[in-house]
């Protein structure tokens, strides 16, 4: 049976990860660089790679994230918190022939140091020296802000580079409705797999606003993603004595209420019912014989 986790992750995250490979693709490059790779995103992304026989750096801040990973098939993890980063990195790069770059995080110096590696790896092959740098365009795209300070480049790479923003439905307006119905056709696919979340809470829309909840999902930390459902808590409606339409625990309420009669003259006092989906009351909640509202 389909259940509401396996749903919720239908849009964002598996459409997000597919439109990555397709940049590539659409522009050129053969291999991608991502940062915080142990992110849910990260992971489908992963998988995908792995299906498709598509190079990728993982970047991670951890061992444990690189350990995920690697578990999970990841051939390229370079942990940002090592002492040899720059070198791992530009060796991976080297590896895949990796010239662009999908960047989670946004701020520090991150975008500019994949930049300078990947002009590195390319320098390894150069046939001759050119004081502009290599003509092999690089490109970073910033598509989260989970540092949200500033972004700081130290231009060491050469004239071929570009750092910009990427935003998933700008995308699919630029890959069109054929081009979109594919990537959810793959979504549907593999919904269980490649797309597969895991969630280590489910919290109604209610309890997301307690400040408990947001100081434990705020942190966005890998395997910590919350599932929030609108319909958790609420009771399930109940059966109208009358019609036998399923009415909201208020409407039912107001059948029970109709039932009243004035003890004096057994007269129906009042009547509740739905229109249009609204409950509807008629009649005097007080009895116009005696001036009861028992
Ligand atoms: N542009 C778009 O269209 C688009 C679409 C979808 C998603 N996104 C973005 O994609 C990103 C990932 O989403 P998700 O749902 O997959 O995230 P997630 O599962 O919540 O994972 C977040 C990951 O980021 C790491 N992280 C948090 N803060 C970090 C920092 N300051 N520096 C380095 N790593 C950090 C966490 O590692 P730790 O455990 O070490 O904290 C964790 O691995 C988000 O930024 C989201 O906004 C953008």
Redo the contacts with the bound molecule.
Sequence with gaps: MWKLASFDACF??P???Q?MVETMRLEDHQALVH??????????LNKICIADGVGLVNI???R??ADLLKAQGARHVCD?SAPSFMQDLTEALAATGATLAFD?????K?AGQILSCMEAAINRTAKEYSRYGSATHKQVYI?????TGPTIINRGFGMAWGVG?????P?MQRIGSAGAQKLRERVVAELKTTFASHYSKEISLAQALEPEEIAV?G???????YLINPNKGKQAPAATPSAGRRLSPHAQFAFEFARRRCKGTGRLIEECGQENGLTTRRLSSVCPCCMSSE
């Design positions: 964002v995250n459409l997000t990860s439109g940062t915080a790779a142990a992110s849910n995103l990260g992971q489908m991670v801040r951890s444990q994230q940002s989670a995080i946004g701020g520090g991150l598509y989260g802000g989970l540092d923003g990427w935003l998933l439905w995308f999902y942190k966005r930390a890998t395997g910590a993603k």
